[in-house]
């Protein structure tokens, strides 16, 4: 059964830092792309960032960008959200996601793209 468990949620305050993981089980991800979404209250889910599958591109939201770094560890099969200057706005539950297929970047800032998911870790950034 795969499973994707995110850890390291909390709350801080603005301006302030926090390191999100999804250790993934169930099967290898070293060849996928991975991603993060998150969901704050009375809103749809929303496209945070993406990596490919060696690591080597990586794409964000215009909202994260610059603030937000993307990274995995293959060997671990584990998927990381550092966090840096967090805003009041950031709050919200975030979420790892990872599609089935392979090699594949197809629809990968959309829900379409991906097939698994966590059960989410909330963020609370306080003003």
């Known amino acids: 059964q795969v499973q994707l468990v995110e850890s390291g949620g909390g709350l801080v305050q603005a301006g302030g830092s926090l390191r999100l993981s999804c250790a993934a089980s169930?099967?290898?991800?070293?060849?996928?792309?991975m991603g993060w979404f998150r969901q704050a209250p009375g809103k749809e889910r929303e496209f945070v960032g993406a990596?490919?599958?060696?690591?080597?591109?990586?794409y964000y939201s215009d909202s994260v960008k610059g603030r937000f770094t993307i990274s995995r560890d293959n060997a671990r099969n584990t998927l990381y959200l550092q966090m840096n200057r967090l805003k009041p706005e950031d709050t919200a539950v975030y979420y790892c996601?990872?599609?089935?297929?392979?090699?594949?970047?197809?629809?990968?800032?959309?829900?379409?793209?991906?097939?698994?998911w966590g059960q989410g870790t909330q963020v609370t950034v306080s003003s």
């Open positions: 990596i490919s599958w060696s690591g080597g591109n990586t």
């Open positions: 169930g099967r290898t991800f070293s060849s996928n792309t």
């Open positions: 996601t990872a599609p089935r297929a392979a090699y594949s970047l197809r629809y990968y800032n959309t829900e379409r793209g991906y097939d698994y």
